[in-house]
Nanobody
Framework: QVQLVESGGGSVQSGGSLRLSCAASRFTYSRYCMGWFRQSPGKEREGVAAIDSDGSTTYADSVKGRFTISQDNAKNTLYLQMNSLVPEDTAMYYC??????????????????????RGQGTQVTVSS
């Protein structure tokens, strides 16, 4: 069973930075899509960024130019570098993964869609 464990969340002031990590274990996909989504109370889930096994990346418009997704295959770890944080970025951030490539709709799945694998989340709070 694939296990994803997020870390790196915390509280920062507006304009600050955080780096989230997602450690993957028992991850045997040769082709995959991994990414981050976030959710806060009363709001819909929002895909943030995704990267596939070839290194191709995709970002939500709301984070382009501020967030960078990357991976360290040797460490089986996914990262999300978040800069210029704003209060609207406050949410629980989850790591998710699936076999195959990142489809065009990977960041915008149907409301009840469940990713094949996801972590327990890490909280990010940005104060003004």
């Amino acid at each position: 069973q694939v296990q994803l464990v997020e870390s790196g969340g915390g509280s920062v002031q507006s304009g600050g930075s955080l780096r989230l990590s997602c450690a993957a274990s028992r991850f045997t996909y040769s082709r995959y899509c991994m990414g981050w989504f976030r959710q806060s109370p009363g709001k819909e889930r929002e895909g943030v960024a995704a990267i596939d096994s070839d290194g191709s990346t995709t970002y939500a418009d709301s984070v382009k130019g501020r967030f960078t997704i990357s991976q360290d295959n040797a460490k089986n770890t996914l990262y999300l570098q978040m800069n210029s944080l704003v209060p609207e970025d406050t949410a629980m951030y989850y790591c998710a993964a699936e076999g195959g490539s990142c489809s065009d709709g990977w960041l915008q799945p149907p409301p009840l869609y469940e990713y094949d694998h996801r972590g327990q989340g890490t909280q990010v709070t940005v104060s003004s």
